[in-house]
Each structure stands twice: as structure tokens, then as C-alpha cells.
């Protein structure tokens, strides 16, 4: 359950149409994840997780960070892509083997080589059928090496691959720090939009009494962690917005906020996502909540300057539905009401802190989930007969997130809305609220034919039950 850690930021730069979110959908890849199955998950990403040989990174496209199809160094490299690749740990410089180098190639070299970043220069387009086309004219750029690729044809892909991985285990900036992980209670990530109040929570925190912080030893160069000591526990606070204090970035732009945001999911257990109570929920926090569903971790949506809003039953209901209907799949977040000004809540946030780690990493037994399932399975979706959903069992799944099996007669007769149900209900009765859980219906395997496999059998259900 500990072996989260941070994964390196990889960011594809290059003029428009070289291909650049075509070589992202090729690395991410097609895989199912938990992501991707959650009904409501924004399509439109700019990062994701893409998987190498030994690890994960997240890779970046700043084709979607808003770059037009201007033909101009400044129209390609705006302010955006700028800070994007400020927060790059490696820089995937692509261009178009078809169309060959051109002056604005030339200009995108010579502005990231100032950047100082490491970089893989890549030639794109080098498609397998085609009349070979020669990349040699792209040596003039002085990049060695010079990666061959054709995203759309999948060719030179796990070369790339390969040279991303010896990337970052020779670069020690990749390397995973293990003093890191502390041993913490929790550890919490603060993000979300500039101005939202993130600062602000934190110093609230620190307010309280009974509140000891220590010297903040595991400062870092992407966010400043704050270790303190409370009758709770010991946490971890990591404040991305510190970095934006220190390098006085005054006009720090939603996307990157997003992507600096990547960094500190890797390396929390909760990320407390916080919004502000008198605004809607925007692109950038879909993308937060994507990326903390993605790397798994726990969500506390914290809906700050409540202090500002008339406080009700039905304006926090109100509040709760918007959330839910703007991002269906964040629906596991536990949700808060906060006042970074008045202290509202701000106690109980290292609370959830707490139950989240550990109700992610327990295992339930038999004799906790029987009760569950007995009270559960009354509740039947119902159907004509031959038709009808029957309930056997339910068990833990070995899997990162908690993963539940309902055994049953036949999965198709579960309707989403019936496991939506059952992952509502399991969330309340298991106290896993703020924690990406999911609910599969499996086929019992019929008695007497030969299970392989032994993970998630259904168990036999004690006589008399
Ligand atoms: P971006 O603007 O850099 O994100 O470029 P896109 O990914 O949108 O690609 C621009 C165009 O190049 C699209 O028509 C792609 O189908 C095409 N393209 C991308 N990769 C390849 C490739 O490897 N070979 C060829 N022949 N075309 C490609
Ligand atoms: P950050 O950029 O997310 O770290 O936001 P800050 O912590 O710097 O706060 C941005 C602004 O919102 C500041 O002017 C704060 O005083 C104000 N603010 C933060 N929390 C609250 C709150 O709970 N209530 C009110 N009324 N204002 C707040």
C-alpha cells in the first residue's frame, strides 16, 4: 500500500501537427483503467499516466494547452506551454519527419535548449511503408540522440519507451527519494486553482492548539511539506502553491497549477482538492480529481470560504449536487465544508485524513462483509424469472484500491444503477467515504467445473446463513 511515489513529468513540445497528441494517445495507450471505466471522466486530458517498462510517468501534452495553429514561436510557445515546461522533468521535442525541419523547428530549439531541461529530441511521421524519409537534416539541431518514431504506426515506440525509462534512472532528479515517505499518519496534498485558498487552509491548520510543527526537513523544489505533530498523529502537508511564492510567479495559470499538482498526488496519501464555495467546479479541478482517481489516492473535496455562503442543509446539499453532476466520477469524494478565515471544519480535515488511509489499506474479513452482503442482497434490481439477478457472496478483491466482488448468477443483469448502489451502500457501511472503490458483479463459477484461478473465488457461505 506504500509504494506510492512520485512519477517523473514528461512533456511533449513541438510546432503544430507534428503530431504531438497522437504520440500521447500512443504512449497513454488504450489501457482500461479505473479511470477510464468511471462514467462522467473528462475527455479532455491533457496528461495522463502513461506506462513504461519498470514504471509509470505522466506524460503532458501542451498541444492542449491551448496552442493555436499560429505559425510563430510566441503563438506556439505561449505562456502556458512556457510554465508547462518550467514544471518539466523531461522534455519530448517532437517534430515531422514528412514535413522536415523548418524555422520555427529551429526557433523551438533554440528556446527549449535554453531551458536547460534534459530532452529527447524525436522525429515523428517516420512511418514504415512510407518512402524512406531521411531525418538526417534534423542532426543540424545538434540533438544526439535523434529518436526515430511513427506514433500513428507504432513503430520506434518502445525505443522511445526505453529511452524515457534510462532517462530518469540515470538522472538523479527521477530517482524516488525514499526518505519521502515518512512515517506519517496521512499525508495531504493541498490543490487546486490559485486563490482558492489552499495557503490559507494549511496556515488554519497550523493554527489549531495541540498542533506541534517540526522543522521542514523534506522541503523540496516543487512544494513546500510542513510536518506536524497532533493528538491525530503525525502528517505530512503539501502546499503546491509554495513553489509559486518562492519564484514570485504572479500570474500562475490554471493548467499549470494542474500539472504541478501531478507531482504531489504521487506522493500523498489524500489529496484535499479545494474549491471555492462561491464558484463553479472548473476544467482544471476535473483534471486534479482525474489524476488523483488515476494514481489512486484518497479525495477530500474541501469547499472553502463557506463563510461567505449561507449556511443550510440545502445550500450544502446544493453545493454536494453541482459537484456531483459537473464530475459524476468524483462522486466517492468526501465532501467538507470549510473556512480557512473562521476555522469551520478545518479541524476534522486530518481526521478524514486519518480513516482514509487506513480504511484504503485494510482488508475486511468474511465476518465484516457477511452482515454487509446479507442486508445488501435483499435489495434485488428485480427482473422476470430466467431473468433475475441472484446474489451469492461478496469478497475483497487483492487489488491497490479496494476492489469488492458481488457473486452472482449472471453479471449482465446488473444494471449500472445497481452498482452504483451497492458501491454507495459498501462506501457508507465500510466507512470508505473519500476512497475510489469499485464494485464488480462476477459469475459464480457453477460447482464442479474447474476454477484456475484462486484470487477472488467466491467463498462458501457458512451453513445456516
Ligand atoms: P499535434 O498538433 O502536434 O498534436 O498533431 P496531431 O497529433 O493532431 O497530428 C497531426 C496530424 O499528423 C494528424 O493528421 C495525424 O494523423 C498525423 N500524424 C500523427 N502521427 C503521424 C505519423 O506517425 N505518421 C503520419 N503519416 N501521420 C501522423
Ligand atoms: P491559494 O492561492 O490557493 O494558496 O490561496 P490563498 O490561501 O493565498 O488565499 C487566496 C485569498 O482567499 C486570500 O485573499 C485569502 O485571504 C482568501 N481566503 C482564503 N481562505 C478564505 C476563507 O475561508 N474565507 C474567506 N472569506 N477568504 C479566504
Known amino acids: 500500500m506504500d509504494s506510492i511515489q512520485s512519477h517523473p513529468i514528461i512533456t511533449i513540445v513541438g ?7 497522437t504520440l500521447f494517445n500512443r504512449l497513454v495507450g488504450q489501457r482500461r483503467s479505473i479511470v477510464h471505466d468511471r462514467p462522467g471522466i473528462t475527455r479532455d486530458r491533457i496528461f495522463a499516466l502513461a506506462p513504461l517498462q519498470k514504471g509509470q510517468v505522466w506524460l503532458v501534452d501542451t498541444g492542449g494547452l491551448g496552442n493555436p495553429e499560429g505559425g510563430a514561436l510566441a503563438d506556439v510557445v505561449n505562456q502556458q506551454v512556457d510554465q508547462a515546461v518550467e514544471e518539466a522533468n523531461l522534455l519530448l521535442f517532437l517534430l515531422d519527419g514528412r514535413e522536415g525541419l523548418t524555422a520555427l523547428d529551429e526557433e523551438i530549439a533554440a528556446y527549449l535548449r535554453k531551458r536547460g531541461k534534459p530532452m529527447l529530441a524525436v522525429v515523428n511521421k517516420m512511418d514504415p511503408a512510407a518512402r524512406k524519409t531521411s531525418s538526417e537534416e534534423f542532426f543540424k539541431l545538434g540533438f544526439d540522440p535523434l529518436l526515430e518514431v511513427s506514433a500513428e504506426h507504432n513503430s520506434g515506440i518502445d525505443a522511445l519507451r526505453e529511452s524515457i525509462e534510462s532517462q530518469f534512472s540515470s538522472n538523479p532528479a527521477f530517482e524516488i527519494s525514499a526518505a519521502e515517505r515518512r512515517n506519517v499518519t496521512a499525508s495531504l496534498a493541498f490543490l487546486g486553482r490559485p486563490n482558492v485558498g489552499k495557503s490559507s487552509l494549511i496556515n488554519a491548520i497550523l493554527k489549531e492548539p495541540r498542533v ?8 523540496t523544489r516543487d512544494v513546500v511539506d510542513t510536518f506536524l505533530e497532533t493528538g491525530e498523529g503525525t502528517f505530512t502537508l503539501l502546499d503546491t502553491a509554495g513553489l509559486r511564492r518562492k519564484t514570485k510567479v504572479t500570474d500562475e495559470i490554471e493548467a499549470v497549477s494542474a500539472i504541478r499538482a501531478l507531482r504531489a498526488i504521487g506522493r500523498c496519501d489524500v489529496a484535499v482538492l479545494v474549491l471555492d464555495a462561491a464558484d463553479q467546479m472548473t476544467t482544471q479541478d476535473e483534471r486534479i480529481g482525474g489524476a488523483v482517481v488515476e494514481q489512486g489516492c484518497g479525495l477530500l473535496v474541501a469547499a472553502n470560504k463557506w463563510d461567505l455562503v449561507k449556511d443550510s442543509e440545502s445550500s ?22 470549510v473556512s480557512a478565515k473562521t476555522g469551520l471544519g478545518v479541524q476534522s480535515i486530518l481526521k478524514d485524513a486519518k480513516r482514509i488511509r487506513e480504511r484504503k489499506a485494510k482488508i475486511f474479513t468474511p465476518q465484516e462483509l457477511d452482515p454487509e452482503f446479507d442486508d445488501l442482497a435483499q435489495y434485488s434490481p428485480g427482473g422476470k424469472a430466467g431473468y433475475k439477478l441472484r446474489l451469492h457472496s461478496l469478497t475483497q478483491a487483492q487489488e491497490r484500491l479496494p476492489t469488492f466482488f458481488v457473486w452472482c448468477n449472471d453479471p449482465r443483469w446488473a444494471t449500472p444503477e445497481y452498482e452504483r448502489f ?5 462506501t457508507l457501511r465500510l466507512k470508505l467515504e473519500g476512497i475510489p472503490i469499485r464494485v464488480i458483479f462476477r459469475r459464480k463459477p457453477t460447482r464442479g467445473r474447474n476454477v484456475s484461478s484462486a484470487k477472488g473465488r467466491p467463498r462458501t457461505k457458512a451453513p445456516g446463513r
Open 422 to 426: 451497492w458501491e454507495n451502500e459498501l
Open 316 to 337: 450544502r446539499h446544493e453545493f454536494r449536487e453541482e459537484l456531483y453532476e459537473k464530475a459524476p466520477f468524483l462522486r466517492f469524494a468526501a465532501v467538507r465544508f
Open 15 to 21: 510546432r503544430p501537427n507534428v503530431g504531438k497528441s
Open 212 to 219: 506541534a510543527v517540526s522543522d521542514a526537513p523534506g522541503t
